[in-house]
Protein backbone atom coordinates (compact mmCIF):
# COMPACT_ATOMS: atom_id res chain seq x y z
CA UNK A 1 0.00 0.00 0.00
CA UNK A 2 1.01 3.33 -1.07
CA UNK A 3 1.85 5.39 2.32
CA UNK A 4 0.04 8.87 1.75
CA UNK A 5 1.43 12.20 3.28
CA UNK A 6 -0.13 15.60 4.12
CA UNK A 7 2.53 18.36 4.27
CA UNK A 8 1.61 22.36 5.39
CA UNK A 9 3.46 24.83 4.03
CA UNK A 10 4.33 23.02 1.04
CA UNK A 11 5.89 25.92 -0.59
CA UNK A 12 8.02 26.81 2.06
CA UNK A 13 12.12 25.85 1.98
CA UNK A 14 10.88 22.87 4.70
CA UNK A 15 8.16 21.94 2.68
CA UNK A 16 9.62 20.96 -0.65
CA UNK A 17 12.96 19.60 0.41
CA UNK A 18 10.63 17.08 2.90
CA UNK A 19 8.10 16.50 -0.20
CA UNK A 20 11.47 15.57 -2.16
CA UNK A 21 12.43 12.93 0.77
CA UNK A 22 8.62 11.86 0.75
CA UNK A 23 8.87 11.45 -3.26
CA UNK A 24 11.95 9.46 -2.99
CA UNK A 25 10.30 6.97 -0.49
CA UNK A 26 7.39 6.31 -2.35
CA UNK A 27 4.66 8.23 -1.26
CA UNK A 28 2.19 10.25 -2.55
CA UNK A 29 1.70 13.28 -1.74
CA UNK A 30 -0.53 15.92 -0.71
CA UNK A 31 0.53 19.82 -0.28
CA UNK A 32 -1.44 22.21 1.41
CA UNK A 33 -1.25 25.48 -0.30
CA UNK A 34 -2.30 28.82 0.79
CA UNK A 35 -4.60 30.82 -1.71
CA UNK A 36 -2.77 34.24 -2.66
CA UNK A 37 -2.87 36.50 -5.63
CA UNK A 38 1.30 35.71 -5.89
CA UNK A 39 1.63 31.89 -4.99
CA UNK A 40 5.45 31.04 -5.51
CA UNK A 41 6.03 27.71 -6.41
CA UNK A 42 9.50 28.21 -7.12
CA UNK A 43 10.98 25.94 -4.87
CA UNK A 44 8.70 22.95 -5.86
CA UNK A 45 8.56 23.49 -9.29
CA UNK A 46 10.96 20.32 -10.37
CA UNK A 47 8.52 18.19 -8.71
CA UNK A 48 5.54 19.81 -8.94
CA UNK A 49 3.62 17.27 -11.18
CA UNK A 50 4.62 14.39 -8.92
CA UNK A 51 2.47 16.30 -6.10
CA UNK A 52 -1.05 16.71 -5.30
CA UNK A 53 -1.89 20.51 -4.11
CA UNK A 54 -5.09 21.39 -2.06
CA UNK A 55 -5.93 25.06 -0.99
CA UNK A 56 -6.52 25.22 2.55
CA UNK A 57 -5.67 27.77 5.43
CA UNK A 58 -4.73 27.63 8.69
CA UNK A 59 -6.85 29.81 9.81
CA UNK A 60 -10.06 28.39 8.49
CA UNK A 61 -11.11 25.14 10.24
CA UNK A 62 -13.48 23.94 7.86
CA UNK A 63 -10.81 24.21 4.92
CA UNK A 64 -8.67 21.70 6.89
CA UNK A 65 -11.01 19.33 7.20
CA UNK A 66 -11.69 19.40 3.38
CA UNK A 67 -8.17 18.77 3.03
CA UNK A 68 -7.90 16.27 5.43
CA UNK A 69 -10.46 14.58 3.65
CA UNK A 70 -9.34 15.00 0.08
CA UNK A 71 -5.24 14.22 1.16
CA UNK A 72 -6.79 10.88 3.38
CA UNK A 73 -3.64 10.91 4.51
CA UNK A 74 -1.42 8.57 7.07
CA UNK A 75 0.82 11.06 7.77
CA UNK A 76 0.18 14.76 8.98
CA UNK A 77 3.74 17.39 8.99
CA UNK A 78 2.77 20.69 9.68
CA UNK A 79 5.34 22.90 8.75
CA UNK A 80 2.85 25.85 7.81
CA UNK A 81 3.34 29.44 9.79
CA UNK A 82 4.39 33.02 9.84
CA UNK A 83 8.00 32.00 10.30
CA UNK A 84 9.62 34.86 10.39
CA UNK A 85 10.75 36.32 13.91
CA UNK A 86 11.37 40.19 12.65
CA UNK A 87 7.57 40.46 11.27
CA UNK A 88 6.20 38.83 14.07
CA UNK A 89 6.43 41.92 16.38
CA UNK A 90 4.65 44.05 14.09
CA UNK A 91 2.02 41.11 13.49
CA UNK A 92 1.81 39.72 16.37
CA UNK A 93 -2.03 38.86 16.42
CA UNK A 94 -1.96 37.15 12.83
CA UNK A 95 1.30 34.97 14.28
CA UNK A 96 -0.39 33.91 16.95
CA UNK A 97 -3.60 32.91 14.49
CA UNK A 98 -1.37 30.98 11.82
CA UNK A 99 1.45 29.57 14.11
CA UNK A 100 -0.31 28.87 17.35
CA UNK A 101 -4.06 29.03 17.01
CA UNK A 102 -3.40 27.17 13.18
CA UNK A 103 -2.04 23.73 15.04
CA UNK A 104 -4.60 23.55 17.10
CA UNK A 105 -7.41 23.90 14.20
CA UNK A 106 -5.35 21.13 12.34
CA UNK A 107 -5.12 18.63 15.32
CA UNK A 108 -9.20 19.30 15.63
CA UNK A 109 -9.31 18.34 12.26
CA UNK A 110 -6.52 15.47 12.12
CA UNK A 111 -8.24 14.04 15.48
CA UNK A 112 -11.52 13.59 13.46
CA UNK A 113 -9.93 12.22 10.35
CA UNK A 114 -9.12 8.67 11.94
CA UNK A 115 -7.44 7.29 15.31
CA UNK A 116 -4.40 5.99 13.26
CA UNK A 117 -3.13 9.63 11.20
CA UNK A 118 0.04 10.56 12.05
CA UNK A 119 1.00 14.19 13.28
CA UNK A 120 4.12 16.59 13.02
CA UNK A 121 4.25 19.76 14.69
CA UNK A 122 7.54 21.53 13.38
CA UNK A 123 8.56 23.23 16.76
CA UNK A 124 11.70 25.45 17.04
CA UNK A 125 14.45 26.59 18.85
CA UNK A 126 12.90 29.99 19.32
CA UNK A 127 11.07 28.57 21.89
CA UNK A 128 14.50 28.67 24.36
CA UNK A 129 14.70 32.41 23.32
CA UNK A 130 16.47 33.87 26.41
CA UNK A 131 18.46 30.60 26.94
CA UNK A 132 18.08 29.48 31.04
CA UNK A 133 20.71 26.64 29.64
CA UNK A 134 23.14 25.71 27.39
CA UNK A 135 23.01 23.47 25.58
CA UNK A 136 19.55 23.14 24.99
CA UNK A 137 18.17 19.96 25.19
CA UNK A 138 14.17 18.59 25.16
CA UNK A 139 14.25 18.67 29.30
CA UNK A 140 15.19 22.72 29.43
CA UNK A 141 12.66 25.30 30.06
CA UNK A 142 11.11 27.43 27.64
CA UNK A 143 11.72 31.36 27.74
CA UNK A 144 10.63 32.85 24.28
CA UNK A 145 11.93 36.22 23.40
CA UNK A 146 9.53 37.44 20.17
CA UNK A 147 5.68 36.85 19.80
CA UNK A 148 6.54 34.08 17.10
CA UNK A 149 8.74 32.05 20.01
CA UNK A 150 5.63 32.47 22.12
CA UNK A 151 3.21 31.47 19.27
CA UNK A 152 5.49 28.61 18.75
CA UNK A 153 5.39 27.64 22.02
CA UNK A 154 1.82 27.57 21.99
CA UNK A 155 1.83 25.04 19.18
CA UNK A 156 4.45 22.72 20.93
CA UNK A 157 2.18 22.20 24.24
CA UNK A 158 -0.88 21.82 22.61
CA UNK A 159 0.93 19.20 20.05
CA UNK A 160 1.77 17.78 23.93
CA UNK A 161 -1.42 18.17 24.94
CA UNK A 162 -3.51 16.44 22.42
CA UNK A 163 -1.35 13.67 22.44
CA UNK A 164 -1.81 13.22 26.14
CA UNK A 165 -5.61 13.82 26.11
CA UNK A 166 -6.96 12.04 22.86
CA UNK A 167 -4.01 9.43 22.50
CA UNK A 168 -3.30 11.13 19.04
CA UNK A 169 0.32 9.95 17.54
CA UNK A 170 1.27 13.54 17.61
CA UNK A 171 5.09 14.02 17.79
CA UNK A 172 7.01 17.83 17.93
CA UNK A 173 10.29 18.50 16.47
CA UNK A 174 12.44 21.01 18.36
CA UNK A 175 14.38 22.26 15.10
CA UNK A 176 16.97 24.73 15.55
CA UNK A 177 17.72 26.84 12.61
CA UNK A 178 18.15 25.27 9.63
CA UNK A 179 18.70 26.60 6.11
CA UNK A 180 19.90 25.71 2.26
CA UNK A 181 19.80 27.99 -0.82
CA UNK A 182 15.99 27.67 -0.85
CA UNK A 183 16.15 29.66 2.94
CA UNK A 184 14.25 32.84 2.31
CA UNK A 185 16.07 36.24 1.50
CA UNK A 186 14.93 37.37 4.65
CA UNK A 187 16.50 35.15 6.75
CA UNK A 188 20.44 36.58 7.74
CA UNK A 189 22.15 33.37 6.08
CA UNK A 190 20.51 33.94 2.98
CA UNK A 191 20.63 37.55 3.10
CA UNK A 192 24.21 37.15 3.42
CA UNK A 193 24.63 34.30 0.86
CA UNK A 194 22.89 36.43 -1.46
CA UNK A 195 24.79 39.89 -1.04
CA UNK A 196 27.96 38.25 -1.58
CA UNK A 197 27.18 36.64 -4.82
CA UNK A 198 26.02 40.21 -5.89
CA UNK A 199 29.29 41.72 -4.79
CA UNK A 200 31.33 39.36 -6.34
CA UNK A 201 29.81 39.74 -9.41
CA UNK A 202 30.07 43.78 -9.08
CA UNK A 203 26.33 44.60 -8.98
CA UNK A 204 26.34 45.64 -5.34
CA UNK A 205 29.16 47.04 -3.07
CA UNK A 206 27.36 46.91 0.76
CA UNK A 207 25.83 44.47 2.94
CA UNK A 208 23.67 46.24 5.69
CA UNK A 209 23.07 43.86 8.78
CA UNK A 210 21.81 44.21 12.32
CA UNK A 211 23.62 42.78 14.75
CA UNK A 212 26.52 40.61 14.05
CA UNK A 213 26.57 38.84 17.67
CA UNK A 214 23.98 36.65 18.24
CA UNK A 215 24.97 33.12 18.04
CA UNK A 216 22.55 30.54 15.91
CA UNK A 217 23.21 26.72 15.64
CA UNK A 218 23.01 26.53 12.10
CA UNK A 219 22.24 23.20 9.82
CA UNK A 220 21.08 22.01 6.36
CA UNK A 221 17.49 21.83 6.12
CA UNK A 222 17.76 19.01 3.96
CA UNK A 223 19.28 16.96 6.63
CA UNK A 224 16.50 18.18 9.05
CA UNK A 225 13.74 16.99 7.07
CA UNK A 226 15.04 13.49 7.58
CA UNK A 227 14.13 13.62 11.04
CA UNK A 228 10.55 14.65 10.97
CA UNK A 229 10.18 11.81 9.01
CA UNK A 230 11.79 9.15 11.66
CA UNK A 231 9.67 10.93 14.03
CA UNK A 232 6.91 9.87 12.64
CA UNK A 233 7.84 6.30 12.02
CA UNK A 234 8.28 5.49 15.47
CA UNK A 235 5.45 3.23 17.41
CA UNK A 236 5.67 5.89 20.22
CA UNK A 237 5.60 9.53 19.66
CA UNK A 238 7.92 11.78 21.14
CA UNK A 239 9.48 15.53 21.02
CA UNK A 240 12.90 15.45 19.90
CA UNK A 241 15.35 18.19 19.96
CA UNK A 242 17.10 18.30 15.93
CA UNK A 243 20.47 20.52 16.05
CA UNK A 244 24.25 20.01 15.26
CA UNK A 245 25.33 21.26 18.51
CA UNK A 246 27.98 23.73 17.32
CA UNK A 247 26.99 27.43 17.27
CA UNK A 248 28.75 30.18 15.28
CA UNK A 249 27.93 34.04 15.59
CA UNK A 250 26.43 36.00 12.31
CA UNK A 251 29.89 37.40 11.92
CA UNK A 252 31.29 34.24 11.64
CA UNK A 253 28.53 33.40 8.77
CA UNK A 254 29.65 36.30 6.93
CA UNK A 255 33.46 35.69 7.55
CA UNK A 256 33.10 32.39 5.70
CA UNK A 257 30.70 33.77 3.65
CA UNK A 258 32.84 36.62 1.79
CA UNK A 259 36.53 34.07 2.12
CA UNK A 260 34.48 32.13 -0.28
CA UNK A 261 34.64 34.40 -2.94
CA UNK A 262 37.70 35.62 -1.72
CA UNK A 263 36.62 39.09 -0.14
CA UNK A 264 37.27 40.33 3.10
CA UNK A 265 33.57 40.69 4.82
CA UNK A 266 35.06 44.09 6.91
CA UNK A 267 35.19 45.95 3.33
CA UNK A 268 31.52 45.42 2.99
CA UNK A 269 29.15 44.84 6.09
CA UNK A 270 27.60 47.88 7.40
CA UNK A 271 25.78 47.88 10.74
CA UNK A 272 22.25 49.19 10.22
CA UNK A 273 19.59 49.84 12.98
CA UNK A 274 16.85 48.91 11.24
CA UNK A 275 17.99 45.21 11.21
CA UNK A 276 18.55 45.23 14.93
CA UNK A 277 15.21 43.35 17.31
CA UNK A 278 13.43 44.67 20.05
CA UNK A 279 14.16 41.27 22.24
CA UNK A 280 17.36 38.85 20.56
CA UNK A 281 17.89 35.62 21.39
CA UNK A 282 21.48 35.28 22.44
CA UNK A 283 22.94 31.95 22.03
CA UNK A 284 21.19 29.00 20.78
CA UNK A 285 23.08 25.26 20.59
CA UNK A 286 21.36 22.12 20.63
CA UNK A 287 21.98 19.21 21.98
CA UNK A 288 20.68 16.40 19.59
CA UNK A 289 21.75 13.18 21.29
CA UNK A 290 18.50 12.21 22.26
CA UNK A 291 18.12 12.21 18.12
CA UNK A 292 21.16 10.32 17.63
CA UNK A 293 20.22 7.62 20.82
CA UNK A 294 16.77 7.21 19.31
CA UNK A 295 16.15 8.33 15.82
CA UNK A 296 19.58 7.21 14.62
CA UNK A 297 19.94 10.79 13.59
CA UNK A 298 22.65 13.07 12.73
CA UNK A 299 23.46 16.12 10.40
CA UNK A 300 25.41 15.25 7.74
CA UNK A 301 26.72 18.69 6.49
CA UNK A 302 28.89 21.00 8.52
CA UNK A 303 28.50 24.60 8.83
CA UNK A 304 31.55 25.14 6.52
CA UNK A 305 29.83 23.08 4.05
CA UNK A 306 26.69 24.98 4.63
CA UNK A 307 28.13 28.43 3.85
CA UNK A 308 29.86 26.83 0.72
CA UNK A 309 26.83 25.38 -0.64
CA UNK A 310 24.73 29.10 -0.05
CA UNK A 311 27.58 30.59 -1.85
CA UNK A 312 27.34 28.81 -4.50
CA UNK A 313 23.56 28.44 -4.77
CA UNK A 314 23.45 32.42 -5.26
CA UNK A 315 26.42 32.67 -7.70
CA UNK A 316 24.58 30.33 -9.86
CA UNK A 317 20.92 32.03 -8.92
CA UNK A 318 22.35 35.91 -9.46
CA UNK A 319 24.51 34.60 -12.52
CA UNK A 320 21.00 33.02 -14.12
CA UNK A 321 19.10 36.43 -13.33
CA UNK A 322 21.33 38.48 -15.13
CA UNK A 323 21.35 36.46 -18.65
CA UNK A 324 17.75 36.88 -18.82
P1 LIG B 1 15.95 33.60 13.50
O1 LIG B 1 16.90 32.90 14.41
O2 LIG B 1 14.77 32.75 13.12
O3 LIG B 1 15.52 34.93 13.99
O4 LIG B 1 16.76 33.77 12.13
P2 LIG B 1 17.31 35.06 11.35
O5 LIG B 1 18.15 34.52 10.24
O6 LIG B 1 16.19 35.96 10.95
O7 LIG B 1 18.20 35.83 12.41
C1 LIG B 1 19.32 35.23 13.01
C2 LIG B 1 20.09 36.27 13.84
O8 LIG B 1 20.74 37.18 12.95
C3 LIG B 1 19.19 37.12 14.73
O9 LIG B 1 19.79 37.19 16.02
C4 LIG B 1 19.19 38.49 14.07
O10 LIG B 1 19.06 39.58 15.00
C5 LIG B 1 20.58 38.50 13.45
N1 LIG B 1 20.70 39.47 12.35
C6 LIG B 1 21.64 40.44 12.22
N2 LIG B 1 21.43 41.17 11.12
C7 LIG B 1 20.33 40.66 10.50
C8 LIG B 1 19.63 41.01 9.30
O11 LIG B 1 19.99 41.93 8.58
N3 LIG B 1 18.54 40.23 8.98
C9 LIG B 1 18.15 39.16 9.78
N4 LIG B 1 17.10 38.43 9.41
N5 LIG B 1 18.79 38.85 10.92
C10 LIG B 1 19.87 39.58 11.29
Known amino acids: ?97 TTA ?14 DDVRFYQASSSEMFGKVVEVPQTERTPFY ?3 PYGVAKLYGHWITVNYRESYGMHASSGILFNHESPRRGLEFVTRKISNHVARIKLGLINELRLGDLDPQRDWGFAGDYVE ?68 LGWTPRTGFAQLVGMMVEGDLELVARQQRV
Open 227 to 294: AMWLMLQRDTPSDFVVATGETHSVQEFCELAFKHVGLDWQDHVVQDQRFMRPAEVDLLIGDPSRAADE
Open 1 to 97: MTKRALITGLTGQDGSYLAELLLDKGYHVTGMVRRSSTVNFERIAHIQDDIEIVPGDLLDEMSLRHVLAAARPDEVYNLAAQSFVQTSWQQAVLTGE
Open 101 to 114: LGVTRLLNAVRDAG
Open 144 to 146: PRS
